[in-house]
């Protein structure tokens, strides 16, 4: 039986873009709400972590060993979310916005009214609802500001400018990028320069889904992105860890997520073996989905990152393996244009593993893995 057809001028299109603007404003309600929780979160992360290195000369001398472990017990106890760079980010977060400049933002506002504007020691009893006022942009957009600004006025042009013009996450980026700051101190005339240059662009807009399915927010929530397949990622990347180790000894694992930082941009590798046999590191990327011209640009920036950081004397090149493990046509590519000879790059492609092998072993695991999610 066919549903009854409704008549065009019934007014039903209406019905429909209104429920539809409910939701789309409820949505923007919840980002709001959960970014404003996470900043004042992640701002006393910042400043327990300060106060701890600050408690003593032996804390003083931890500096990275203590983000790492940290980030490693954090992790175990809480989920995702909780990386030595995050950790770093709410350090760097706290400095940014001390005690002393969130309580004059809070005068300036008229909430301080109370102690936490005459307190000495104020960083002790801010309440949430002080910090959201006092900070009251997304975690996204602090985490830009600490870490992409190159100077403390530069971070509190951008803070201000940001509120002032309810910047999305992308425009902030891209007003960075644009040196919108150092432009807007040599020009003559700043007001306008002000006014035309914070106006939003196209590319500048977020969708309430977007903001919703932050990354950021679903690792504060402690919650998967059902539209992501960071888990089967995850899984695939674990299998191929203990595939490549079994498959006769050479392969020696180094790390998983290895991280490296290219200017201002934070990259991730896979997973990082050295083979003994060829003497060399092995960088791995896995792609979910269709292998592009893009990722083997990648793969390559990466090699030579990892030739002049991460190799040591008397090694060879680092090779590069891309796995692509799109639904029936997985793909194994080596990236061997950087051997300094054809007889080294020969000698690679007899001791690697065939990639008919390793595309294999992708299809069938993504297979398993997938029949157990359904």
């Known amino acids: ?89 709410m350090r760097l977060f706290y400095q940014a ?128 992105d059902e539209y992501s397949e960071s888990e089967l990622e995850e899984a695939l990347l674990k299998h191929l860890e203990h595939f490549l180790m079994e498959l006769g000894g050479d392969f020696t694992f180094v790390g998983r997520q290895r991280r490296l930082r290219i200017g201002n941009v934070w990259y991730r590798v896979d997973l990082l073996f050295f083979h003994r046999r060829l003497r060399c590191l092995v960088v791995i990327d896995l792609k979910i989905g269709e292998f592009t011209h893009a990722d083997a640009g990648q793969m390559h920036v990466y090699l030579n990152y990892a030739k002049k950081h991460w190799t040591n004397e008397g090694e060879n090149p680092p090779v590069g393996l891309i796995l692509c493990s799109k639904p029936n046509d997985a793909l194994a590519e080596y990236a061997l244009e950087g051997m300094p000879n054809k007889i080294l790059a020969r000698e690679y492609r007899l001791a690697l593993p065939e990639p008919k092998l390793l595309t294999d072993e992708i299809e069938k695991t993504r297979e398993l893995l997938e029949s157990r999610r359904k």
């Open 1 to 89: 039986m066919k549903p009854a057809k409704i008549p065009v001028d019934s007014g039903y299109a209406g019905l429909v873009a209104d429920l539809n603007g409910l939701l789309d404003a409820a949505r923007r309600t919840s980002a709001r709400a959960v970014n404003s929780v996470m900043t004042a979160t992640y701002w006393e992360f910042g400043r327990r972590i300060v106060e701890f290195e600050q408690g003593g000369e032996k804390r003083a001398v931890y500096g990275a060993a203590l983000l790492q472990k940290l980030s490693a017990d954090l992790t175990a106890r809480v989920g995702r979310g909780f990386s030595a760079d995050n950790l770093e980010s």
């Open 97 to 224: 916005f001390p005690p002393e400049q969130i309580s004059e933002t809070l005068s300036r506002k008229s909430i301080g009214n109370g102690p936490e504007a005459k307190s000495e020691t104020p960083s002790r009893i801010f309440t949430p609802a002080a910090l959201a006022a006092a900070l009251p942009l997304p975690w996204s957009h602090y985490v830009t500001l600490v870490r992409t600004t190159d100077s403390p006025a530069s971070l509190h042009f951008y803070h201000e400018e940001a509120r002032r013009g309810g910047w999305t996450s992308r425009q902030l980026k891209r007003q960075i990028g644009s040196l919108f700051y150092e432009r807007t101190a040599l020009s003559r005339d700043k007001a306008a320069m002000l006014t035309k240059g914070a106006k939003p662009r196209p590319e500048d807009h977020e969708s309430a889904d977007e903001q919703v399915k932050d990354p950021l927010v679903l690792e504060f929530l402690n919650l998967k």
